[in-house]
C-alpha cells in the first residue's frame, strides 16, 4: 500500500526511500525483494489490477437480480479498477 500510495501522489519523482520510511522498512529491505524501483512498480500494477471484490461478487449474481442492476454493478466495478490503475499504468508508459 506504501509503494502504491507513494506512486500516485509523485509520480516518476517517488523514491524507494519515500516508500520505505511509508511502509517502516528500511530501502535494502525493498532492494532485496525488487531488483528495481521499475520492478516495485511493476508489482504494484500487477497487484492493484487484480479483479475486485465486486467483480468476483458480480459472477454469483448472475440471475438473481436484473440485467440493469447486474450491468450497472459491473460497470462501476471496472470503472473503479479504471479510476484505481490509471495512474500507474501512466507511470510504467
Same mark, same amino acid.
Given at each position: 500500500m506504501a509503494a502504491r500510495d507513494v506512486f500516485r501522489e509523485q509520480g516518476h519523482g517517488a523514491t524507494t526511500a519515500e516508500i520505505a520510511r511509508r511502509a517502516g522498512v528500511s530501502e535494502g529491505t525493498?532492494? *532485496? @525483494? *525488487? +531488483?528495481? +524501483? #521499475? /520492478?516495485l512498480l511493476a508489482s504494484v500494477i500487477v497487484r492493484e489490477t487484480e479483479p475486485s471484490e465486486a467483480l468476483h461478487t458480480l459472477l454469483g449474481r448472475a440471475g438473481q437480480r436484473t440485467v440493469a442492476a447486474n450491468l450497472r454493478a459491473a460497470v #462501476? /466495478? %471496472? %470503472?473503479? %479498477?479504471i479510476? @484505481?490503475?490509471h495512474p500507474l499504468i501512466e507511470l510504467a508508459v
Open positions: 525493498i532492494f *532485496y @525483494r *525488487y +531488483k528495481s +524501483k #521499475e /520492478a #462501476e /466495478a %471496472l %470503472l473503479d %479498477l479510476f @484505481r490503475v
